[in-house]
Structure formats: C-alpha cells, structure tokens
C-alpha cells in the first residue's frame, strides 16, 4: 500500500521532530497534500493510525488538507487553479502551461501541546 509508505515517512519526521523537542506531546499533524498527488487521505489515514497505535504518537491526529492543482502560463505569468482538467490559460487562451502545484505532500504544522 502506497499510503503506508507515505506514513512511514511521515513518521520518521515526526521522530525527528520529537526528538528536537523533548518533553512535548504532539497533538494534532497538519498535512497538506495536492490534487495530483494521488494520495487518498482516508487511506492515509487508516495507514497512520495502524502504524503509530502502539507508538508515543497514538493519540497524535492527521488534519489533511487538499491544495488544488494550479498552473502557470508561460506567455503572460498569470496562475490559475485546473479545474475538470482545462489546463488552458484563462488570461490569454495559451495551451501549453506549466504545472506549479497539487502534486505537494507537505508538513504544514506540528500541534505541540507544551508541558
Ligand atoms: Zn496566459
């Protein structure tokens, strides 16, 4: 499961992460995680709570959030979200444009309940 090799990693972050803070408990993990990223977020989620259950970060919650794919147009620079795969340039009719974004998997935050 592709997932589960996304929360691995996710994981090892976090480790990291806690090991630069210690005495703090993480509380809520907020992702961000493109349209084109091909992630499914209930999966990712199943898979995170399979990996951590018997871990420190048990009680350690996923906030996901879905960023848009968006394109840049290479004539006039302007950027706009894709929708229903119309990557066409909505300023100047260009067609051939660039992909900028939805394909992140990011960390966006770390909830850090101090002691
Ligand atoms: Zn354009």
């Known amino acids: 499961m592709h997932e589960l090799s996304i929360a691995t990693s ?3 972050t976090v ?3 806690a090991a630069k ?6 509380v809520k993990l907020g992702l961000r995680i493109g349209e084109l990223a091909g992630i499914d977020p ?3 989620t199943f898979g995170w709570e ?3 259950r018997d871990t420190e970060f048990a009680n350690l919650a996923l ?3 879905g960023t848009p794919w968006k394109n840049r147009c290479p004539v006039c620079a302007s950027e706009f979200v894709v929708k229903d795969y119309q990557s066409q340039c909505p300023a100047c009719g260009e067609a051939n444009t660039r992909c900028i974004g939805g394909e992140e998997l990011d960390i966006a935050y770390i ?3 101090e002691p």
Not at 21 to 26: L, V, Y
């Open 10 to 12: 996710i994981l090892e």
């Open 15 to 17: 480790e990291a992460e």
């Open 21 to 26: 803070r210690p005495g703090s408990r993480f």
């Open 42 to 44: 209930d999966a990712l």
């Open 50 to 52: 399979a990996l951590t």
């Open 63 to 65: 906030a996901i959030e």
């Open 111 to 113: 909830e850090v309940d």
